[in-house]
Nanobody, 116 residues
Framework: QVTLVESGGGLVQAGGSLRLSCAGS????????MAWFRQAPGKEREFVAS????????YYVDSVKGRFSITRDDAKNTMHLQMNLLKPEDTAVYYC?????????WGQGTQVTVSS
């Protein structure tokens, strides 16, 4: 079983950037297909981006394509989400999990707030 801890969120103006991190412990993240999800106020949690256990190119929801980039640092057992050209509609709590997600792996998430 893996434990996941998200970090890197914050308050940023529209057009700005943030880099989220997902630190894994217990097992290596490269054992899993991994993903980022987000939940905006009053909305259901949605998929944002994923990365295969073998690495390679990420897969993204249409709304973030060309702006977000998912990567993994195997040496640090950490996954990242580089978010550029942020928009107010990107405001949400961001979570990492496996893909498909497992209920026991949900963490506290990290809050991203984009001001207009």
């Amino acid at each position: 079983q893996v434990t996941l801890v998200e970090s890197g969120g914050g308050l940023v103006q529209a057009g700005g950037s943030l880099r989220l991190s997902c630190a894994g412990s217990g097992r290596t993240l490269s054992d899993y297909d991994m993903a980022w999800f987000r939940q905006a106020p009053g909305k259901e949690r949605e998929f944002v981006a994923s990365l295969s256990w073998s690495g390679g190119r990420g897969y993204y929801v249409d709304s973030v394509k060309g702006r977000f980039s998912i990567t993994r640092d195997d040496a640090k057992n950490t996954m990242h989400l580089q978010m550029n050209l942020l928009k107010p509609e990107d405001t949400a709590v961001y979570y990492c999990n496996t893909r498909p997600p497992r209920s026991e792996y949900w963490g506290q998430g990290t809050q991203v707030t984009v001001s207009s």
